[in-house]
């Protein structure tokens, strides 16, 4: 149980695209959702917490208006980086966490390179 | 002053050694305990989880929490290569907010 998908695994594109990722939990609903970067050999930072339903909360420093997050239903959370430049490549993880549950359960992250 | 603090080690063990991972504190309402093994390029998956002070067992692993001197710890019996990874504590109090530590990397070696 408590299984949590992102796709695509891995994405390239093109400097000025948008780039679309998809947070799913699979077997569980999931309240809170939290998108995390993280760069080599670095730790987990926290972008933003989305609650189903409401507008995502950015963390100091992350512009809401980049990083698009919406969290249209309990199982699914999608993080939109528009206009990607190359200092946007890294690691970008989701995180899911049921009502009922202290716990995160985190997807297995999605890879994005900008050229 | 970082609100959770781990080692970044590396740290590196023979095979079938006892590791310990451990990670300090500064705010005393953290209440929840967790910690994440996460494998190169992979996802954080939750190794342990604990609520306040005390000891857990799950296998080859345990997990302490002394809230007293705000310290976690973590302990790998009989270490295997396959443990090799970045072992990351995490910690909440009330509400949606999880602190992290920077991780420790483990190396076993054969």
């Known amino acids: 149980g408590a299984v949590v998908s992102q796709h695509p695994s891995w994405v390239i594109c093109k400097s000025g695209t948008s780039v679309k990722i998809e947070c799913r939990s699979l077997?569980?609903?999931?309240?809170?959702m939290f998108w995390y970067r993280q760069f080599p050999k670095q730790s987990l930072m926290l972008m933003a917490t989305s609650n189903e339903g409401s507008k995502a909360t950015y963390e100091q420093g992350v512009e809401k208006d980049k990083f698009l997050i919406n969290h249209a239903s309990l199982t699914l959370s999608t993080l939109t980086v528009t206009s990607a430049h190359p200092e946007d490549s890294s690691f970008y993880i989701c995180s899911a966490s049921p009502s009922t549950a202290t716990e995160q359960f985190f997807g297995p992250g999605t890879r994005l390179t900008v050229l | 002053q970082k609100e959770v603090e781990q080692d970044p080690g590396p740290l590196s063990v023979p095979e079938g050694a006892i590791v310990s991972l451990n990670c300090t504190y500064s705010n005393s309402a953290f209440q929840y305990f967790m910690w994440y093994r996460q494998y190169s390029r992979k996802g954080p998956e939750l190794l342990m989880y604990?609520?306040?002070?005390g000891n857990k067992e799950d296998g080859r692993f345990t997990a302490q929490v002394d809230k007293s001197s705000k310290y976690i710890s973590l302990f790998i019996r009989d270490s295997q290569p396959s443990d090799s990874a970045t072992y990351l504590c995490?910690?909440?109090?009330?509400?949606?907010?999880?602190?992290f530590g920077t991780g420790t990397s483990l190396t076993v070696i054969p």
């Open positions: 604990t609520y306040s002070s």
């Open positions: 995490a910690m909440r109090y009330t509400g949606n907010q999880f602190y």
């Open positions: 077997d569980f609903q999931a309240t809170t």
